[in-house]
């Protein structure tokens, strides 16, 4: 019910936006979020967007480069990515949790995407 798309391979200091296409049910009234798994880490997040506002949160390792936005027509939410760094390089996974309020905390969520990889190559 949750589908990323747009991950792939990018060169330090890059940009790459990634798409979370939801079913209509999950989207129109949940809360978004991004969260990452870089190898042999745990997962964290990234950011999320309320569905109401559209207030959005980002975690401060990727503040001032990274945005998140929703498009309510195509029932998607992207999370843009500029001046990448080797160390964003993870699976990156959105999520959906019924609440007007974004979580950081992943058990939190009720659907997962699939994870799509980003490698920033140095």
């Known amino acids: 019910q949750l589908v990323e798309s747009g991950g792939g391979l990018v060169q330090d200091g890059g940009s790459l936006r990634l798409s979370c296409a939801a079913s209509g049910r999950i989207f129109t009234t949940y809360t978004m979020g991004w969260f990452r798994r870089a190898p042999g880490k745990e997962r964290e997040f990234v950011g999320g967007?309320?569905?109401?506002?559209?207030?959005?949160s980002v975690a401060d390792s990727v503040k001032g480069r990274f945005t998140i936005s929703r498009e309510n027509a195509k029932n998607t939410v992207y999370l843009q990515m500029n001046s990448l760094k080797p160390e964003d390089t993870a699976v990156y996974s959105c999520?959906?949790?019924?609440?007007?309020?974004?979580?950081?905390?992943?058990?939190?969520?009720?659907?997962w995407g699939q994870g799509t990889q980003v490698t920033v190559s140095s």
């Open positions: 967007i309320t569905w109401r506002d559209t207030s959005t």
């Open positions: 999520a959906a949790r019924s609440s007007m309020i974004i979580s950081t905390r992943e058990r939190e969520y009720n659907y």
